[in-house]
């Protein structure tokens, strides 16, 4: 096929690479150490490259040759052969748990540099061109927090807005929403932007003991939307999981009988809308986008009715006819909720608060809170990804990978929101990874552009590949076969030409 002349830049995407070091294993598959891979485009060829992240992890587990560093699903103990002091004196340390650095989730983006992340309070800068590994980040020497989310959002000024969680002073646990600014003139030191970092709001969690886990979150014009859902850390089991000798993931509970909460946060005063918003109890990962229409919060996710996922990709469960073993107990399901953030006061108890035309509700409870039901749009789809020039505006479409009753892609699908209309595309023995799309440099409609994605193949003795299709018709524009061993990533990036820096510092 052919690429678009216009495609300059290059496409970057994380995941887990290495899950065997010497003779140990890592338990999960989120587990395995950082692989970045990059293609790059220019003058209509693509041209592929990988490496793995060189994290403090990475070079203490190959100097080893063996896991030295827990990670959420693999707890690493030290040398057996120390002696009984060192033994209990590393127990005592690992209260607090000293995290990982393998970044593997995701690629930020603050000013001209880039970052590989995961959800630990480290990231790693790298060079996005020759995917070296460069200065090492530590979140918590700028701001209290000891987990971060690795999906950040970036506002029209540059600024990154995150969250994190706070476990660090005890008994007061809290999520904390900051921004990072845009890098600051040349003459200041490197880093300079995290030195200016700003702690917008904090909000506490409704259990001390027991903070939400979250993995992204939504933002619209004025407010940033964070759902505080009963999938919880527990942090006294967390503190003791060394000793105990589990995994820290062990530490993660479902509570279905639980509520799960809404927050909303005013970008202007940095205060949370006062009314309690809530829905029943679910797990999710990925917010697809939020937008205000008429005095209402409307916004899109993908939920899950428990947590099954996560222990699917247990690497004891992947084995080779994983597709057919391995079925997810509850799908994952594309859910809108409208919440009328501006409504009656005097509206009746039990009265639908909703004034626009959806099948979602937000109804009055005694107390005055208002418990939300959701519009259900589609089921099946995840890795959620939408054209970002639209984020926090009322949006058409959504770009996704489609998932069944199993947890791996099988096709990559392109959803209307408004329509509901989906088109497909996939192929046998296909493993598409998560879809990105690029606009096209004269754009006028929103899908007005193309979607990359890297396909694995299921059957070993076929190549992977990049796939290009056109964003708005769906069908193949081309694509480009990559003749090496290729990994399922996480998630990833698209960096126009114009915004990579021509220099090796």
């Known amino acids: 096929g052919q690429l678009p002349t216009w495609l300059r830049g290059i496409l970057l995407r994380n995941g887990p690479g290495m899950h065997t070091i010497g003779d140990t294993k890592y338990n999960h ?7 970045l891979h990059s293609f790059t485009f220019r003058n209509g060829e693509v041209y592929y490259r990988s490496k793995y992240l060189q994290s403090d992890t990475y070079n203490c587990n190959i100097e080893a040759n063996r896991i030295v560093v827990s990670e959420f699903g693999t707890m690493a103990y030290p040398d057996p052969c120390k002696n009984i002091f060192a033994k209990a004196f590393s127990y005592l340390s690992h209260t607090i748990p000293e995290f990982t ?21 480290f990231i790693r800068k790298i060079n996005p061109q020759t995917l070296e ?15 971060v989310t690795s999906h950040p959002h970036y506002d029209s000024a540059g600024n990154v807005l995150n969250m994190g969680t706070s476990i660090v002073d005890k008994g007061k646990t809290k999520y904390i929403l900051f921004k990072i600014p845009p890098s600051v003139p040349e003459k200041e030191k490197k880093n300079s932007c995290f030195k200016n970092l700003e702690v917008v709001c904090s909000i506490p969690s409704r259990s001390l003991l027991h903070p939400s886990y979250y993995h992204s979150f939504g933002i619209t014009e004025n407010y940033i939307v964070f759902i505080e859902q009963p999938f919880k ?7 003791t999981a060394y000793i105990r000798g589990v995994n820290w993931a062990s530490c993660l509970a479902y509570n279905k009988e639980e509520k799960t909460w809404f927050h909303f946060v005013d970008k202007k005063t940095k205060k949370e809308v006062s009314t309690k918003f809530y829905t029943d109890a679910m797990v999710l990962f990925h917010h697809i986008n ?29 084995t080779k006819d994983f597709e057919e073993k391995n079925k997810l107990t509850s799908i994952p399901t594309c859910k809108r909720f ?11 108890v039990g009265s639908n608060l909703v004034t626009l035309p959806s099948t979602a509700t937000a109804v009055k409870e005694k107390d005055g809170s208002i418990y939300c039901q959701p519009e259900t749009l589609c089921e099946g789809i995840e890795l959620p990804r939408i054209n970002y020039d639209y984020n926090g505006k009322k949006y058409k479409y959504v770009f996704a990978t489609e998932v069944q009753w199993s947890p791996v892609p099988t096709k990559i699908a392109k959803f209307n929101v408004q329509t509901k209309e989906m088109l497909h595309w996939g192929e046998d023995h296909c493993w598409p990874s998560e879809p ?13 552009g193309i979607v990359l994605t890297c396909v694995v193949m299921s059957d070993p003795k076929e190549a992977p590949f990049l796939l290009v299709l056109d964003a708005k018709t769906f069908k193949e524009l081309g694509r480009a076969t990559v003749d090496v061993e290729m990994h399922l990533d996480l998630h990833g990036t698209f960096i126009p030409e114009k915004d990579l820096k021509f220099d090796t510092e």
């Open 290 to 318: 939020a937008y205000e229409e008429d005095g209402h919060i409307i916004f899109d996710i993908i939920s899950y009715t428990d947590n099954s996922l996560y222990d699917m990709f247990y690497l004891k469960n992947l």
């Open 338 to 348: 409208v919440v009328p953030l501006q409504h009656d006061k005097d509206a009746e």
């Open 133 to 147: 590994t460069l200065d090492k980040v530590d979140y918590s020497k700028y701001v209290a927090v000891n987990l």
């Open 233 to 239: 850390l527990d942090i006294v089991k967390m503190a």
């Open 436 to 448: 990105v799309f690029v606009p096209s440099p004269d754009a006028r409609e929103e899908d007005d």
């Open 29 to 35: 598959w989120f587990d395995g150490l950082a692989l």
């Open 101 to 121: 650095d393998n970044c593997l989730i995701n690629i930020m983006r603050t000013g001209d540099d880039f970052y590989a992340t995961s959800e630990t309070n």
